[in-house]
């Protein structure tokens, strides 16, 4: 039995998609997680995806239902969601899966980042002067990165899934070729960005009409184009998309936009399998992305802060609790600007990070009721940070197996420019390297030489696709867009579900907080009580309300079923259940 929101259903209905989904039916009892929550999560027995988009979790359920595996459903929703959600669903990008398989009781993580072309080098985004350029890291040629997210894909089916690349991939190509109708995110993200995106003509002649005006809600885009891209790719494997036409039809766009990419830099690119970064955290076991991306390392750096303070006793976000949550981000983000990078190139100190003796040190530092000005913390260079605009998926088949899975093409959109021919929008990776030391980036913060462009080296990120344990089973698989907010949204999922024994929707629709040591100010949401704000600001923060703050995308593995929840900051997203 698949179950949805009511109102995703409404929403469905009312825009009348062009992929038929069924009419919704209400849960039964069991259902319910708790007489005593506030919110009630979706349940299901069998399996479950929670992604940002509901066609392309519509897809993954049905993969499921068809005997694939939790990594066949992954697949076929990362390919539909380069169709349904473009501007940050994608093959031209790249992004990191955590894959749990439950007969090995083994975690994988797979490294599908973008990766720096061959001429690549540290001065590139600099004038003749010295001076750094950013419209050259942000929307020229010269701001791609060979992308990953094809190879990670068909390295995670090929490894450890059952099902055919054609299988997986057919419903993105029938979705792309058929169309999709435009919902009202879809317009306004395109609206939002028109001026940038009709910059290129072969981006504007797929997303906007042929007088440039905009598609409105309930119209439909086809993209014929990234049809017969995803053809090649089910045909031909990764051959389809890193050699032959594609590669070269990619390779000339980005050439003739600027840039120094070559066939030979798609042909070399590799995905990666890395060792999980992990710790335990009150009898849980935390898994989740290493180097290059931040993320893991960080939650478990803060987690292990905060283990040393009963959370659950100061109670779910009362201002002693966010006291202390933004003074261990606070020295975890000073941590991230000094020591994360590629691990490729640079020796990251990943043991002493998520040592519990080096956090119960930090942990005696950090004054009861008085904010510790970010000055005082640790003077260093700071890291960059991706864009808001990427997206998570999570999955969890009838086997235990668990998928969790963030990726991204950087900026909404990526650089907006598509490749003619392919329908691929190409990702402005290369904006997440420092450009140059002191100089800040798209999102007004600074980089170091541990993340200077070298050539075919990956740029640091803060995804963050992470897998709870408990007894040896896994209990939470979640992640979320939102840039620099990724790492502190995943760690108060994580902390809603263990130390405040919230269900998954409770969790997931908390408000959030966030503090990334500089700029020194608390950010939180509007949703947070104003009284805890003005104690905040008491205690000497500066409390700044702004907006909504990631996307989550979880699932929780209970003995009574699988409960998700798909965030409602974002309207188009669903948890769906069989």
């Known amino acids: 039995m698949r179950i949805i929101h009511l109102a995703k259903a409404m929403l469905i209905a009312a825009s009348a998609t062009l992929v038929t989904i069924p009419a919704t039916t209400y849960a039964n009892s069991s259902a319910i997680h708790s007489r005593m929550a506030t919110a009630q999560p979706i349940w299901a027995k069998h399996g479950m995806v929670a992604s940002q988009e509901t066609l392309a979790s519509q897809i993954g359920v049905d993969i499921l239902k068809q005997g694939g595996n939790a990594v066949d459903a992954a697949v076929a929703v ?3 969601l380069a ?52 419209n050259l890291s942000r929307f020229h040629g010269l701001a791609v990165g ?10 995670a089916l090929n490894k450890y899934g059952t099902m055919s690349l054609k299988q997986v991939i057919n419903p993105a190509v029938k979705l792309a070729k058929g169309g999709i109708k435009v919902t009202p995110d879809l317009a306004v993200s395109l609206n939002g960005l028109k001026k940038r995106l009709m910059k290129w003509p072969s981006t504007a002649e797929i997303f906007f009409k042929p007088d440039g005006s905009s598609y409105k809600i309930g119209e439909v885009i086809k993209q014929p184009e990234l049809a017969h891209t995803l053809s090649l790719i089910a045909k031909n494997g990764i051959d389809g998309f890193y050699k032959g ?25 590799k995905a990666v399998e890395r060792k999980p970064v992990s710790g335990t955290y009150r009898g849980y076991k935390v898994v989740s992305m290493p180097p290059p991306s931040s993320g893991g390392v960080h939650i478990i750096e803060i987690l292990n802060i905060l283990e040393n303070f009963p959370l659950d006793v100061y109670g779910h976000n009362t201002a002693q609790t966010i006291h202390f949550m933004a003074e ?5 983000y000073a941590d991230r600007s000094k020591h994360l990078g590629d691990p490729d190139f640079y020796d990251i100190p990943v043991k002493h990070l998520t040592d519990k003796n080096y956090a119960k040190a930090i942990a005696k530092k950090i004054p009861f009721n008085k904010a510790t000005p970010s000055a005082e913390i640790l003077p260093a260079s700071f890291a960059p940070y991706e864009s808001n605009q990427t997206t998570h ?43 140059k030391p002191g ?11 541990a993340n200077s462009v070298q050539p075919g080296k990956r740029p640091l990120s803060s995804m963050s696709p992470t897998i709870v344990f408990k007894d040896g089973h896994p209990v939470l698989v979640t992640g979320t867009p939102g840039g620099s907010r990724i790492i502190t949204t995943t760690l108060q999922i994580i902390l809603n579900v263990i130390d405040f024994k919230l269900n998954i929707a409770e969790a997931t629709n908390a408000p959030r907080v966030h503090h990334q040591w500089f700029p020194d100010e608390l950010r939180v949401e509007r949703s947070l009580n104003l009284d805890t704000i ?45």
């Open 83 to 134: 169709v349904t959600l473009p501007r940050a669903g994608n093959v031209g990008g790249g992004g990191f899966m955590m894959v749990y398989l439950a007969d090995k009781d083994k975690t994988i993580a797979i490294d599908y980042r973008e990766m720096a072309p061959s001429k690549a080098h540290k001065d590139m985004f600099l004038n003749e002067n010295g001076d750094a350029v950013s």
């Open 146 to 155: 060979v992308p990953g997210t094809v190879m990670g894909l068909n390295q």
């Open 534 to 578: 003005l104690l905040l600001k008491k205690m000497g923060y500066k409390v700044k309300v702004k907006s909504a703050m990631g996307s989550t995308q979880s699932i929780e593995i209970t003995e009574k079923g699988l409960f998700g929840a798909s965030d409602l900051r974002k309207s188009d997203g669903a948890a769906i259940g069989y």
């Open 439 to 449: 100089v800040p980036n798209g999102y007004g913060l600074i980089g170091g030489e």
């Open 78 to 80: 990362g390919y539909a």
């Open 245 to 269: 036409e594609t590669a070269r039809k990619i390779t000339k766009a980005i050439q003739q936009a600027g840039g120094v990419m070559t066939q030979a830099d798609f042909a070399n690119y």
């Open 393 to 435: 998926f999570s999955v969890v088949d009838k086997w235990g197996n668990a998928v969790s899975n963030t990726y991204t093409l950087n900026f909404s959109y990526g650089s907006g420019l598509v490749a003619k021919g392919t329908g691929v929008f190409l990702n402005n990776e290369m904006d997440d390297f420092s450009v």
């Open 328 to 332: 261990a981000m606070k020295y975890a």
